[in-house]
Each structure stands twice: as structure tokens, then as C-alpha cells.
């Protein structure tokens, strides 16, 4: 089981990555294998020489980021590639493309899917800017990492906004770029390989509860991490819709499907939407490998479908 090396100073997000390895590893034992926990670093020739040591039938790949950087997750798939290792979830191509935001949504609009505009630093015309509210994400960072209340910014022209990718490059790991705000309902779809091929999960909404009308409804770090805050508190996920939105759902399930076959992904993924006020679903993300930590979106999409953690984490297996 291959996981990142994590320091005891590494912030919550990154903490989370031996959460799931725990809780994977346990799962792993009660299938009936015997889990040997490799952690990964940029030293690949010592992960090398673990892995050569270890013999294993497969590796169960949990690397999210390598040394606190998410732009090196492809790394670890390289490696098991190179070494003719099989390895769970999606492939090296696969989590290259998907893991940087602005080459995975410049492919998503080749292929038809739909994302949000968006500029980048270098003022390239890839789309009409429009006057409005856009949200400064990073590039390379996931897990709502460096978004907060004031990642949301509303601008006038085109220059104003790269005014403020300028500024926030720093905060963003070295390179930003602006998403069109889309201000509606948020959603997590969540695709899991079965036998008969990829399964979407039950969708999940992300409910802001109590937000008073001028915050923002963002789920942003203190949402995702920081259980004491408010924004925690108040952003339960729900499987529970009206008739009403049948449409809506079926609509969601296609697009998701569609985005794990044309990247190629393996075992399971994640695809973030905003649907706004018409009624149009936005990919903002494409997540390979998501997050398989007991509490998270993607375990609790698989309990709704009544999948065990343990069955989940076969099926995860049975995709090799």
C-alpha cells in the first residue's frame, strides 16, 4: 500500500492521506491480504528498492501528493509503471490530465463536456471574458486548498482579474488561474468499477445550511477541514432529492460517466459540479483516486448504493 511520506507538522488536508491509509489497510486485512504500508517520497530509488524487497502481487495506490506538492501525484504511478507493478485506480495519463485544473478543463471543452470559463495568467483568449464574479483556485492544489471566503472576486475587465491572479499566485503553490463563479447548488458524483463496467454512485448535494445571504456558498478549507468552524458545521452532503429533480440527476450521472471513459479512468473517481439557477450542470473538478477516508464523500456514496467499505474497496481491486 503506497502512500505519501507525511511530516507530523503536515496541515489537515495532508494528514488526512494516513486516515485513509488506516482505514484502507484494515479493509485490505479483512479481504484477506497482507498490507505492507510503502510511504513516497521524491527519493524514488529508495521506494524502488522497498518495493523490489516487497514483492507485491499489487500495490494499492493512496499518493495524493508528493512532499506537500499535488503536482507530483503522477510520480508514484510512473514509478509503478516503470517497475511493471499492476496498481489500483486510474493510470498515469489519467492522473496527469485530471490533476491539473486548467489542462483537464481545456480537454473537458474539446470533448464537449461542460466547464466553466476560466483565464489563466499568461492572458490568453481561450475564452470571452465577461464582466462578474470569478473564483481564484490553484492550478495544482486540491481538497479546497487555499480557497476561502475571498477567493471569490467580482472584476470589470480582464486586466483587473490578472491583477488579482498576480497577487494570489503566491498563496496557490506558484500558479493560479480564475473559474466563471458559478453561484448555485454543488454536487459530488462518484463512479465506482463493477463487473459489468462503471457504476455511478448515488449523487451527493452539498447543503449550505444557515448560510446568511451575503456569504458565499463555497465550500471552501474551513468547510472541508476545520471541524470547529462554522462552515463545517453547516455543509452536510445529501443522497435525498425531490421528484422534481430526477432530471437533474440522470443528467449529472451521464456527464460523470462520460468523464471517467473519455480520460480512461480506473477503479474510481469523483466529478464536482455546480448546477446553476437554469438548471445546467458545470464540471468544476475531475478527482482520480478521490479521497477514501471513512468519513468522506466518495465511502458514503458507496454506503447509499448499500456497498460495504470492504466491498468497495474489492471492486476498487477487481479493476486492476
Same mark, same amino acid.
Given at each position: 500500500?503506497?502512500?505519501?511520506?507525511i511530516?507530523?507538522d503536515a496541515?489537515l488536508d495532508?494528514?488526512?492521506?494516513l486516515?485513509?491509509?488506516?482505514?484502507?489497510?484494515?479493509a485490505l486485512a479483512r479481504l484477506?491480504y497482507?498490507?505492507?504500508?510503502?510511504?513516497?517520497?521524491?527519493?524514488?530509488d529508495?521506494?524502488r528498492r522497498?518495493?523490489?524487497? @516487497?514483492?507485491?502481487a499489487?500495490v494499492?495506490?493512496?499518493v495524493?501528493?508528493?512532499e506537500g506538492r499535488?503536482r507530483?501525484?503522477h510520480?508514484?504511478?510512473?514509478?509503478l509503471?516503470?517497475m511493471?507493478?499492476?496498481y489500483?485506480?486510474?493510470s498515469t495519463?489519467?492522473i $496527469?490530465l485530471t490533476?491539473?485544473?486548467?489542462l483537464?478543463?481545456?480537454?473537458?471543452?474539446?470533448a464537449?463536456?461542460?466547464?466553466p470559463?476560466?483565464v489563466?495568467m499568461?492572458?490568453?483568449a481561450?475564452?470571452?471574458?465577461r464582466?462578474?464574479?470569478?473564483? @481564484?483556485?490553484? @492550478?495544482w492544489d486540491h481538497?479546497s486548498?487555499?480557497?476561502?471566503d475571498?477567493s471569490v472576486v467580482?472584476?470589470?475587465?480582464?486586466?483587473e482579474?490578472?491583477?488579482?491572479?498576480?497577487?494570489?499566485?503566491p498563496?496557490?503553490?506558484?500558479s493560479c $488561474?480564475a473559474?466563471?463563479y458559478?453561484?448555485?447548488?454543488?454536487?459530488n458524483?462518484?463512479?465506482?468499477?463493477g463487473?459489468?463496467g462503471?457504476?455511478v454512485?448515488?449523487?451527493a448535494e452539498?447543503v449550505?445550511?444557515d448560510?446568511?445571504?451575503?456569504k458565499?456558498?463555497i465550500?471552501d478549507?474551513?468547510?472541508?477541514?476545520l471541524?470547529?468552524s462554522f462552515e463545517f458545521?453547516?455543509?452536510?452532503?445529501t443522497?435525498?432529492?425531490?421528484p422534481e429533480?430526477?432530471p437533474?440527476m440522470?443528467?449529472?450521472k451521464?456527464?460523470s460517466?462520460a &468523464? $471517467?471513459? $473519455?480520460?480512461?479512468?480506473?477503479g474510481?473517481?469523483?466529478?464536482?459540479f455546480r448546477v446553476?439557477?437554469e438548471?445546467l450542470p458545470?464540471?468544476?473538478e475531475?478527482?482520480?483516486?478521490p &479521497?477514501l477516508?471513512?468519513?468522506?464523500?466518495f465511502p458514503?456514496?458507496a454506503l447509499?448504493?448499500?456497498i460495504?467499505y470492504?466491498a468497495?474497496?474489492?471492486?476498487?481491486?477487481?479493476d486492476l
Amino acid at each position: 500500500m503506497l502512500h505519501a511520506e507525511i511530516p507530523p507538522d503536515a496541515p489537515l488536508d495532508e494528514q488526512d492521506t494516513l486516515v485513509q491509509a488506516g482505514a484502507v489497510s484494515a479493509a485490505l486485512a479483512r479481504l484477506g491480504y497482507d498490507a505492507v504500508p510503502v510511504a513516497f517520497g521524491l527519493n524514488m530509488d529508495i521506494v524502488r528498492r522497498r518495493l523490489a524487497a @516487497i514483492k507485491p502481487a499489487f500495490v494499492f495506490n493512496l499518493v495524493e501528493a508528493v512532499e506537500g506538492r499535488d503536482r507530483f501525484i503522477h510520480l508514484a504511478p510512473s514509478l509503478l509503471d516503470s517497475m511493471g507493478l499492476p496498481y489500483t485506480g486510474s493510470s498515469t495519463e489519467a492522473i $496527469f490530465l485530471t490533476s491539473g485544473k486548467v489542462l483537464s478543463k481545456r480537454l473537458m471543452r474539446a470533448a464537449g463536456l461542460p466547464t466553466p470559463p476560466f483565464v489563466t495568467m499568461d492572458a490568453d483568449a481561450e475564452t470571452t471574458f465577461r464582466p462578474g464574479a470569478y473564483i @481564484i483556485k490553484s @492550478i495544482w492544489d486540491h481538497a479546497s486548498a487555499g480557497i476561502t471566503d475571498d477567493s471569490v472576486v467580482r472584476v470589470e475587465n480582464r486586466r483587473e482579474l490578472l491583477a488579482h491572479l498576480e497577487r494570489r499566485t503566491p498563496s496557490h503553490s506558484g500558479s493560479c $488561474f480564475a473559474e466563471a463563479y458559478i453561484d448555485g447548488r454543488e454536487f459530488n458524483l462518484s463512479v465506482l468499477a463493477g463487473p459489468e463496467g462503471p457504476d455511478v454512485l448515488p449523487p451527493a448535494e452539498i447543503v449550505f445550511r444557515d448560510y446568511p445571504p451575503e456569504k458565499l456558498r463555497i465550500v471552501d478549507y474551513r468547510a472541508k477541514w476545520l471541524e470547529e468552524s462554522f462552515e463545517f458545521a453547516n455543509t452536510p452532503r445529501t443522497f435525498d432529492f425531490p421528484p422534481e429533480d430526477a432530471p437533474l440527476m440522470e443528467r449529472l450521472k451521464s456527464i460523470s460517466l462520460a &468523464c $471517467f471513459r $473519455f480520460f480512461r479512468m480506473r477503479g474510481y473517481a469523483r466529478v464536482d459540479f455546480r448546477v446553476d439557477p437554469e438548471g445546467l450542470p458545470w464540471i468544476l473538478e475531475i478527482n482520480a483516486n478521490p &479521497c477514501l477516508a471513512p468519513d468522506g464523500g466518495f465511502p458514503a456514496a458507496a454506503l447509499e448504493a448499500g456497498i460495504s467499505y470492504d466491498a468497495m474497496i474489492g471492486r476498487i481491486i477487481g479493476d486492476l
